[in-house]
């Protein structure tokens, strides 16, 4: 008798970075106040401090959820410009959205904190584009996933199509010049791959920090954006994870290739219409959802030869609804879910029923401000009126900012800096500094207890 051999787990290990806008107040922003208030703030349930402390009572930049939050480009030496905060190391797309949702968490306290001591409210906004007079920049969202080197690195033009018409599912939504936009982020893109992602903003950051095993490739993702909606984020994570597994695994086959991704990946952001097409490098002109069936065929290939979860086939069910009400043109079933179509409603096609003021572009660019802003409570308003689609639990949630990933690296992290805190010079996101020593982490998975009291075995009777 033959039996079947068990399945791989379908698994792909992720990192977000979160790049929140902090608007200039007095000729200044507070970045360097809030991270302050990070330091300042106790934690349930054992009343510990939200950032890891290091000796002489300095903290590092590690949270208690094996996160990071830091400043990001100074305007002057020492004083930053955003406020940066990250996922720790995740082992799938939920707990991706779990961790990404902490950060907001993590960004609200914050505000919070500074208001009750100074009296000032400093709002943090999780948007693609700001905008001083007339010039405008961007901040983003950067994905990081860990691939596999020797299976992906020569085949990964297979994912640029990809990353171009994503999109359609994951754009945040709002206004540039003054025109609404599926992916205004997708504005700043000029570079398909680049090392530097500052100026280029590059699909694909090119800088090779896998902070693990050279085996692996960090792949980061850098066209992407902040949203608020967690369908967005999970469906984000998840078909992103699901592609990356395709082309490691050798399931895409024959994936078009386009003529000019960069030109294209605006082209879709400029037409929340919808009617999206690509040109080819052979100068034919399709579908976008002709280029999704790649895509699709490859996912569903993949879940037949990998175990998956509740969460995997939940992904792939709300994927193939969603590319069919797009291609039927019907909007209207996607507002619960996608965030654009959802400022849509609530900006562009009914701003009267959810905002108190005339449905002119300045008060509706302010609007979206409101909605992209964590330390507002307008998206939480507008979740619970068009009842837009939620898969965390107050648990999960809760678990997310309070707590690392159980049995990660970053439960690891966060349990030997609590113990090792008076000799701790650093921490990195694959080692420790302790007393001059670098000790190297590699390992993302399986740190039980008892992994992790022989790793302080190591360090203590170094």
């Not at 790049?19 to 360097?32: A, D, F, K, L, S």
């Not at 904190?113 to 920049?137: A, D």
């Not at 994927?319 to 562009?348: C, N, P, Q, S």
């Not at 966060?414 to 805190?421: D, M, N, P, Q, W």
Request: aromatic share 12%; charged share 30%; glycine share 6%.
């Amino acid at each position: 008798m033959f039996y079947k051999t068990r399945c791989e787990l379908l698994r792909l290990w992720q990192g977000i970075e979160v790049e929140y806008c902090v608007p200039y107040i007095n000729g200044r922003t507070y970045v360097n106040e809030l991270l302050e208030m990070l330091t300042k703030l106790k934690m349930p349930p054992n009343n510990e401090e939200a950032l890891l402390a290091k000796k002489e009572g300095k903290y590092t930049q590690f949270l208690v959820n094996g996160g990071r939050a830091y400043g990001d480009m100074s305007s002057r030496l020492g004083v930053f410009d955003i406020l940066e905060i990250t996922t720790p190391e995740c082992s799938n797309p939920f707990e991706a959205l779990a961790y990404e949702k902490a950060t907001e968490v993590y960004a609200r306290m914050a505000s919070d904190k500074y208001e009750e001591e100074k009296g000032l409210r400093v709002h943090c906004y999780k948007m693609s584009v700001t905008k001083s007079e007339q010039e405008y920049t961007t901040r983003g969202l950067h994905e990081s996933y860990l691939v596999d080197r020797k299976n992906f690195e020569n085949k990964i033009n297979d994912i640029i199509p990809y990353l171009v018409i994503r999109q359609i599912f994951t754009g945040a939504g709002g206004y540039y010049f003054d025109r609404f936009l599926i992916s205004p982020r997708q504005m700043f893109v000029k570079a398909v791959i680049a090392e530097k992602v500052f100026g280029n903003w590059p699909l694909l950051g090119g800088i090779d920090e896998p902070h693990a095993d050279t085996k692996f490739r960090r792949l980061q993702i850098t066209n992407g954006e902040g949203t608020r909606s967690e369908w967005t984020i999970f469906m984000r994570q998840s078909i992103t994870s699901y592609v990356i597994k395709c082309i490691e695994q050798g399931f895409l086959k024959d994936v078009p290739r386009l003529k000019n991704p960069i030109e294209s990946t605006k082209l879709i952001a400029l037409s929340p219409e919808g009617d999206w097409s690509v040109e080819l490098e052979n100068g034919k002109e399709v579908s976008i959802f002709e280029i999704f069936s790649h895509y699709l065929e490859g996912i569903e290939k993949l879940f037949e030869n990998m175990e998956i979860n509740d969460h995997d086939r939940y992904a792939l069910k709300e994927l193939k609804f969603m590319l069919k009400k797009f291609e039927e043109g019907d909007f209207e079933a996607l507002k619960e879910r996608v965030e654009w179509i959802t400022k849509l409603e609530v900006l562009e096609w009914n701003f009267s029923k959810y905002f108190e003021a005339d449905d002119t572009k300045e008060n509706k660019i302010i609007a979206n401000n409101q909605y992209s802003a964590i330390t507002d409570y307008t998206y939480e308003r507008i979740q619970d009126e068009l009842k837009l689609i939620t898969l965390l639990s107050d648990e999960d949630l809760s678990k997310a900012v309070l707590f690392p990933p159980s049995n990660s690296r970053a439960y690891a992290r966060v349990e030997l800096a609590h113990i090792l805190k008076d000799r701790l010079e650093d921490i990195g996101w694959a080692g420790f500094v302790i007393d001059g020593v670098r000790y190297p982490m590699l390992e993302l998975d399986s740190w039980t207890r008892e992994k992790i009291i022989d790793f302080l075995n190591k360090i203590i009777h170094k």
